[in-house]
């Protein structure tokens, strides 16, 4: 039986239309999913859309809508990027779903059965647009520490989590998992923040109506957050014991902008464990993007649209600059040049030239029919090398979601090529006869080291590999075992590559 995989993205806000920090999320997760696959795991991906809470009910009122309408609308903007994208989910859940809405309404009976959750009041500073209550010690000058807007005096009886009786264990287990939070530095600020103490955490409202009432007491609304983290099993199946459930929970990996950790490995965590059940693997927080160096934002009318970025630049080229340009924890910057930077130097010159070069040997010196390659020379054993050692070099990167290491790894061995080309000079070859062997020798390590290049680019850039890999005569459905050099069988015909990327201007 395969080894199972479960990755997920945040659900997103369906109060506003999709910018490239939630492509990036969404397209790192997709590489992950589809790196997975070919290395011969059975892989669940899941995104989806939270569309509850007091954000989406203010959202819909502004608009003249019901939340409902709101949500049916946007998120269908987001279910048309993530195509355009190429996105290779196997669900998308919405948190309006009756799935959905069953196992959120489960899993906090369970908890308030068992004790976890009690009923109190609540008096406290809050952030509507963060959906978060803030002790006054914790405001910043009388406004939201997290995005300074200003905060409401709320009271309201409330159904409380006790958070506080999980401090040790959470303590314990992220001490006792060093890859659970990850990256290290985002780490230590939860092992600081569980330190300083936690407290019982307010899972219900009262003040409005969006949202899953708390069984048996419907004036109370389960708090927006405990309701969009449960997602990640109620898309599973949970509370039933569904083979998409035993199959996949827990995840291995959540996939999320740092902004969110602490839900996801504070809060997500002590519910589960409150609830009786296993935890996720590993919490990922990436970093932040700015634009042109400020912090991208509505009111400075500097969102970066995913459509426009894709219609002109193009798919694979959006999605190779996300997960290249920055390592994968950090915080970016986006900017165009930087982009068509990367367009035209790694992606045309590097890698598409190195293609069409080569396919046009082939073509020209061997009818674009593969000849078999003789004895390796040093130089050709050079290249396999580089190519094979590349394989477990990227596959440790990709252990640590280090998507940019992994490209890294990939365009040593494209340069590699490039330099195999100059060196081995196949056109002072084709004018000697006798060098009729080198020159199949040289032709065939050539291709095939792109093709196990492109094998691994699938995960990446999937589009252009399926190009790549068609002009080199392999089919476009790719596994583990096409990894192995010596998968381009000799008599192979070989088309030649049009230009993978066209270079733009700066
Ligand atoms: N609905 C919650 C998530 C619930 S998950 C159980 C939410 N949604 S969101 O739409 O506001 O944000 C989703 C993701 O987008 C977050 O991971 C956030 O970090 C990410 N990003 C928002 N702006 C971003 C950048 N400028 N750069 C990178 N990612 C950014 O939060």
Redesign the pocket.
């Given at each position: 039986m395969k080894p199972s995989f479960y990755v997920t993205t945040?659900?997103?806000?369906v109060n506003?239309v999709p910018?490239?920090?939630?492509a990036?999320?969404t397209v790192a997760g997709d590489v992950l999913a589809r790196y997975k696959r070919l290395m011969g795991y059975d892989v669940y991906f899941l995104t989806g859309s939270?569309e509850h809470g007091q954000k989406v009910e203010k959202a819909a009122t502004t608009a003249g809508e019901t939340p409902l309408e709101l949500a049916d609308r946007v998120v269908k903007r987001y279910q048309a990027l993530w195509e355009r994208l190429g996105i290779s989910n196997n669900d998308f859940i919405r948190t309006t779903q009756e799935r959905h809405k069953k196992g959120v309404a489960h899993i906090f009976k369970d908890i308030l059965d068992k004790g976890d959750i009690y009923l109190g009041e609540y008096e406290d500073w809050y952030c509507t647009p963060c959906e978060t209550f803030w002790p006054e010690t914790q405001l910043i000058e009388d406004r939201c520490p997290d995005c300074n807007r200003p905060v409401e005096k709320l009271k309201e009886e409330s159904y409380f989590f006790r958070m506080s009786k999980y401090q040790e264990q959470l303590l314990a287990h992220i001490e006792a998992n060093p890859e659970f939070i990850q990256p290290k530095s985002k780490r230590n600020e939860i092992i600081s923040f569980v330190k300083d103490g936690l407290r019982d955490l307010s899972v219900s409202r009262t003040t409005f109506t969006w949202g899953i009432p708390v069984p048996g007491n419907d004036k109370h609304i389960i708090y927006v957050?405990f309701d969009?983290?449960t997602?990640?099993m109620t898309a599973l199946g949970y509370p039933e014991a569904t083979d998409n459930y035993r199959n996949f929970w827990p995840a291995n990996v959540h996939l999320?902008?740092?902004?969110?950790l602490r839900?996801?490995a504070v809060y997500w965590p002590t519910f589960l464990m409150a609830a009786g059940l296993p935890l996720p693997e590993k919490v990922f927080a990436?970093?932040?993007?700015?634009v042109e160096g400020q912090k991208?934002s509505k009111s400075l009318q500097n969102v970066v649209e995913p459509n426009m970025l894709i219609d002109k630049y193009g798919v694979d080229v959006v999605r190779y600059f996300l997960l290249r340009e920055v390592p994968f924890g950090l915080d970016g910057d986006f900017s165009h040049a930087a982009l068509v930077q990367r367009l035209n130097s790694d992606l045309a010159n590097d890698l598409g030239n190195l293609l069409s070069r080569s396919t046009a040997m082939a073509v020209k010196y061997f009818d674009g029919i593969l000849p078999a390659p003789a004895e390796l020379a040093d130089i050709d054993q050079g290249l396999k090398k580089k190519t094979t050692d590349m394989i477990d070099h990227v596959d440790a990167c990709m252990d640590d979601l280090a998507f940019s290491k992994a490209l890294q790894a990939v365009w040593e061995v494209v340069s590699a090529g490039n330099k195999y080309i100059d060196e081995s000079a196949p056109w002072t070859l084709a004018k000697d006869p006798n060098q009729k062997d080198r020159l199949a020798t040289v032709m065939y390590c050539l291709l095939e080291s792109q093709r196990i290049v492109h094998v691994l680019l699938s995960a990446f850039i999937p589009a252009t590999s399926e190009k790549a890999l068609t002009s080199l005569g392999c089919q476009c459905k790719v596994e583990k075992a096409d990894l192995d050099w010596g998968g381009l069988q000799a008599g192979t015909t070989i088309i030649k590559a049009e230009a993978l990327f066209p270079r733009m201007e700066g």
């Open positions: 945040p659900i997103y806000y506003d910018h490239i920090g939630h990036y999320t939270d957050w969009a983290l997602n990640y999320i902008g740092k902004d969110i839900f996801h990436h970093g932040w993007w700015t991208m």
